[in-house]
């Protein structure tokens, strides 16, 4: 996958999809399989919003059980099953320990209904149903745990995802299926013709921010998956009304020393409805979520204060041990951005996903809200809709992206596939076990394209400074075939490492020399990189 926005000026699309987070890389992706001519641009670089910023869960949302939300819990579990044979590196199971004291919303009694519901509504088999246990199993799996006043616990399962990577996947083959697509390549307006008597948007105008170069691209539809910034994108069609469409929440999470080996815990903050999550994530433990209205720029979001006390003090109610500021490493938030429900608190707010058509503008969609777990379902509906309202009819007939693996899904049984790559990897090019063992995990059935450079460059093979099994050749992979243009590209959302990056700030210079042989950045430019990179790094972890 390279870059060349010169390309999107070239011939006229079915459809353009603005914004490279999930749901428009999902979307174009679905598209690009049934054969459409599809373009997807992205003023940042992909996934750089709320699409790298979740909670990092393929789940169906056990709590929206309880407000009643069967459809979506139901379709979020059957998109968890199928991402996990599209993309078994991408969708691990994850066990999940609910613990369960005394003065809690729920009993043992209603745990275990609502659990037995979410098994119905789809698990992975026998392996992944729940089970009740009791306090000292439950003390043997997560020691940490406060042992007073423990009822019960249960086990259920979700899975874990590396966002910012699920959503990669899913641009790589839309452009693998013939989609152009194109990051840091900003919409800044959009052209209305009106045709007996209905508006349609026949053109936009879009800047590359690297070398200020103005494209002009046309096509028969146009989908807004913007997330937080769908209204500021409706606002550039001619007729834009001033309505909103979307309600701003945003969720911080915190990095924290590790708690538990293997397992997540999940439970109630009383008194509300709330919760928490705290699951392994690498070396660290990853803590969620806030859940609280967000006013301003979206790309202004951060954690403060009084979400890391929030969620210290959730999270400390379970733990025998307390967990102190001192011990945050980093931090990040991101912003949902919900169907307006007037009068719903946030918590409460629905997470379903809804299209919105504005009268003014008959061929362009905006996505409402939505979730990860359900962006390929999303997409599929979405090009449904955009294939009968154009009256095209797609080369490629029935539901593709129900059956075609994502690029790294290739493996077959996935603990199987790491055994046996993992010593495949470690014996054909020298490597520790752990570090060919990270690299087939994060990459999957791409590993080989990732490692193969090693024969003629040994270098390659050198892992950075601050983490011992990143490599030379993983930057080198996603400069050429991932459209890594910066630091962050690479360090946040390319490599695996996602936030915990921001932790390994000793590495950065050595990527930033990389990139500078690659891009030709002088010393200034080089300089630039690595300050943008360390002020992000000291946010993250002051915060």
Not at 202 to 210: G, H, K, S, W
Request: charged share 25%; hydrophobic share 40%; with cysteine.
């Amino acid at each position: 996958m390279e870059r060349h926005p010169s390309a999107l000026s070239k011939r006229r699309f079915d459809l353009v999809v603005i914004g490279g987070g999930i749901q428009g890389a999902a979307t174009a992706r679905e598209a690009a399989l049934r054969g459409l001519k599809v373009a997807l641009v992205e003023a940042q670089d992909f996934a750089s919003g709320t699409s790298s910023r979740s909670s990092k869960l393929i789940h169906g949302g056990l709590r929206y059980l309880e407000q009643y939300d069967f459809k979506l819990v139901r379709e979020a579990r059957a998109e968890r099953r199928l991402l996990h044979q599209l993309a078994p590196h991408l969708a691990r199971p994850l066990p999940f320990l609910l613990p369960i004291y005394r003065g809690d919303p729920y009993s043992p009694l209603k745990i275990r209904a609502g659990l037995t519901l979410y098994d119905l509504l789809g698990n992975l088999g026998r392996e992944d149903r729940h089970r009740m246990v009791s306090p000292k199993e439950a003390l043997g799996l997560v020691p940490a745990l406060r042992s007073d006043d423990l009822r019960a616990a249960a086990i259920y399962h979700d899975s874990e995802t590396d966002d910012a990577r699920l959503t990669l996947e899913f641009i790589l083959d839309a452009a693998d299926h013939g989609a152009v697509v194109a990051n840091y390549t900003e919409v800044r307006a959009l052209a209305l013709s009106a045709q007996a008597g209905e508006g349609s948007v026949i053109n936009a105008e879009a800047q590359d921010r690297f070398t200020g170069r103005r494209h002009e691209i046309s096509s028969r539809f146009w989908v807004n998956a913007t997330g937080p910034w769908v209204d500021h994108v409706r606002a550039l069609v001619p007729g834009f009304d001033g309505s909103k469409t979307v309600r701003l929440t945003k969720g911080s999470h915190l990095i924290l020393p590790r708690v538990a080996e293997s397992s997540a815990l999940f439970a109630a903050i009383p008194p509300g409805q709330r919760v928490f999550l705290m699951m392994p994530w690498g070396e660290h433990s990853l803590l969620g979520t806030t859940d609280t209205d967000f006013e301003g720029d979206p790309s202004s979001v951060r954690p403060d204060r009084a979400d890391t006390e929030y969620l210290l003090n959730a999270v400390n109610r379970v733990l025998r041990q307390p967990l102190t500021s001192d011990q945050v490493v980093g931090s990040f938030a991101g912003l949902r951005a919900l169907v307006v429900e007037p009068g719903r608190s946030p918590s409460a707010n629905t997470r379903e996903y809804r299209f919105h058509q504005d009268p003014w503008a008959a061929n362009f969609i905006s996505i409402c809200g939505g979730k990860l777990t359900t962006a390929r379902a999303l997409g599929e509906k979405l090009v449904e809709r955009v294939i009968a309202q154009v009256g095209v009819v797609p080369p490629q007939a029935g539901h593709p992206s129900r059956e075609a693996p994502l690029p790294g899904g290739y493996t077959g049984p996935f603990e199987g596939f790491v055994k046996s790559a993992t010593e495949r990897a470690a014996a054909e090019f020298h490597l520790a076990r752990t570090v060919a063992e990270r690299i087939v995990r994060t990459y999957g059935s791409r590993w080989p394209q990732v490692l193969d450079p090693l024969r003629t460059d040994k270098r390659l093979a050198e892992p950075f400074p601050g983490t011992p099994t990143l490599l030379a050749a993983e930057v080198e992979f996603a400069i050429r075939h991932e459209m890594a243009m910066t630091l962050e590209d690479f360090l946040l959302r390319r490599s695996g490492l996602n936030w915990a990056a921001c932790t390994l700030r000793e590495a950065a210079p050595a990527v930033a020399q990389i990139f500078a042989a690659r891009f030709g950045w002088n010393a200034e430019r080089s300089k630039s990189a690595l300050d943008d990179f360390s002020r992000l790094a000291g946010a993250t972890a002051r915060e």
